[in-house]
């Protein structure tokens, strides 16, 4: 079953823009991953924020984390074309299962 | 940094033939976790190992089998392959410590594509 479910599945944006993509989840959490995979390519680790934070940064990425709402969001600003990607969210389950769980991603194409 | 190592990179096989895929973790990660992500879709969990030992078990099909050797590389043995097992197949490894705060790092990915 999909713990983590990306919103919206595809965006497109010009270069310069800032591109938010939501995840949504259904159980507690540990932690929440945000990961970028090029097409066809292995899968990069962004960014991790815990279930007691709130907002984390990296570079151009903002990661907020609302667990009351069960989901979260990843702000990429100032988009540049090599930023053309699938965004995956995945999730780490409190008290149970230690295992990463990926919902469908957002295929973010960013325009020169 | 050394970072998760799968090989084969690309992998062609015919139906009914069997694949062996391995993974080499991080140093001193002990977890190790297998996925398969098909054309347009999320990576699907499918085992994984904690020291050696198998930890957790996804959708992983009963033709297919995995092992974590004394070395820590891990090897997913596929049998019988079947022209869905078409796939991009992750290996990702983490480390316990600090249960949670951990982060999974994936290796490149093998591509299998069965014909």
């Known amino acids: 079953s999909q713990q983590g479910e990306e919103d919206p599945q595809a965006l497109s944006i010009q270069e310069g823009e800032n591109a938010t993509m939501n995840c949504s989840y259904k159980?507690?959490?540990?932690?929440l991953q945000w990961y970028r995979q090029n097409s066809g390519r292995g899968l990069v680790h962004l960014i991790l924020?815990?279930?007691?934070?709130r907002e984390k940064h990296s570079g151009r990425l903002r990661v907020t984390l609302d667990t009351s709402k069960k989901s979260s969001s990843l702000l990429i600003t100032a988009s540049r074309a090599a930023d053309t990607a699938s965004y995956f969210c995945a999730t780490l389950l409190s008290g149970g299962s230690y295992i990463p769980t990926f919902g469908r991603g957002t295929s973010l194409i960013v325009h020169p | 940094a050394a970072g998760v190592i799968q090989s084969p990179r690309h992998l062609i096989k015919e139906k009914r033939e069997t694949a062996t895929l391995k993974c080499y973790p991080i140093p001193r990660h002990d977890t190790v976790y297998w996925y398969q992500q098909g054309p347009g879709q999320d990576p699907q969990f499918l085992i994984s190992?904690?020291?050696?030992?198998?930890?957790d078990k996804g959708s992983i099909p009963d033709r297919f089998s995995a092992q974590q050797f004394s070395d820590y590389h891990s090897e997913l043995n596929m049998s019988s392959l079947e022209l869905g097992d078409s796939a991009l197949y992750f290996c990702?490894?983490?480390?316990?410590?600090?249960?949670?705060?951990?982060?999974?790092?994936f290796g490149q990915g093998t591509r299998l594509t069965v014909v």
């Open positions: 924020i815990r279930s007691n934070e």
């Open positions: 159980t507690s959490i540990n932690n």
């Open positions: 190992f904690y020291e050696k030992m198998q930890s």
């Open positions: 990702a490894s983490s480390s316990r410590q600090g249960r949670g705060d951990t982060e999974a790092f």
